[in-house]
Structures are given as C-alpha cells and as structure tokens.
C-alpha cells in the first residue's frame, strides 16, 4: 500500500491501472483505500460542479434572452440573438449528455438548479447592466423548458424593460 501511495503522487494512470488490477483479483487489502476514498468523492464533485456550471450559463441566457432582447433587437437591425440561441443550445446538448452519462446526477438537479439558478441571474444582471430585482427571485422555467430544443422564453417588450 505505501508503494501504491508513493505511486499515486508519482503517476496517477499507473495507480489508478494498478488498484483497478487490485480490486479484480479481490485483494481488498492491498489497495489504497485513502486516496480512492478522495478520487471517488472529488468525482462526484466534478460531476455536480460541470452540472451546476452547465445550468448557470444556460439559465443566463434564458435570462438574457427574456429580458433584454426585445430591448437590443430594437436597438439593432441586425441583432438577432444567434449567438444567445447557439449557447442556449449548445449548453442544453451538453446538459442532456451529462445525465444521460450520469444518471444519478438526476437526483442532484433540484439542488443545482438552485444553486445555478441564483448564480445566472447574478450573471445576467452584471451582462445586461439591468438591476438584479428585473429577473424573477425563482427560476421561471420548468425543468422540461430548461432542456426543451424547442424552448425560448417570449421576450419582454422593450418598453417594460425600459419602464416606459
């Protein structure tokens, strides 16, 4: 096990190859039980981090979408939100892989829509320059509409946006 230790500070796929080998063989004792304890516990975390992050930058520009295109449209002929409309799907598409890969990321969603949620609206407040108190406290979305290809939000006239 000390060889196992020195070798997962040393080379990471030789450590990883060799508990792997460990545990095929059932030789449960020989294994480095810490530091798989911290890989498999940090992976989760990864998972629930690209989850969360995924979220953020779709919800912000949901966000962004609802509230401020109308506004920038008017503004600008040639505004058309394409660039908006491919992040939106481009994060919806790596959103489906993520829990199609990682079903049981499913059961976090409810907290990192949440947590992603309070951190995209942050996000399209500071990338709109619109007041904070603009966009809902929740998340208007349903969890279908969030993943729906078919999915935008109606955007809000340009006059409410204004306050005119």
């Known amino acids: 096990m000390r060889d196992l230790s020195r070798l997962y500070e040393q080379d990471y796929s030789a450590w990883a190859e060799a508990n792997a080998e460990l545990l095929k063989a059932g030789q449960f004792d020989q294994l480095d039980v810490e530091h ?46 394409r660039s908006w409309r491919n992040t939106i799907v481009h994060q919806r598409t790596e959103l489906k892989i993520l829990l199609r890969k990682y079903p049981g ?7 990192a829509l949440e947590d992603a949620y309070a951190d995209a609206r942050e996000l399209a407040a500071a990338e709109t320059g619109l007041p904070m ?20 939000p109606a955007p809000e006239s340009s006059a409410s946006v204004s306050g005119t």
């Open 105 to 111: 990321m499913q059961r976090l969603w409810p907290t």
């Open 36 to 81: 798989l304890l911290e890989e498999l516990t940090d992976m989760g975390k990864s998972e629930q981090r690209t989850l969360e992050s995924r979220l953020r930058v779709l919800l912000a520009h949901l966000l962004k979408w609802q509230f401020q295109y109308a506004q920038l449209a008017d503004h600008w002929r040639e505004f058309d939100g």
């Open 133 to 152: 108190d603009r966009f809902p406290r929740l998340c208007p979305y349903a969890d279908a509409a969030i993943l729906d290809e078919g999915f935008l």
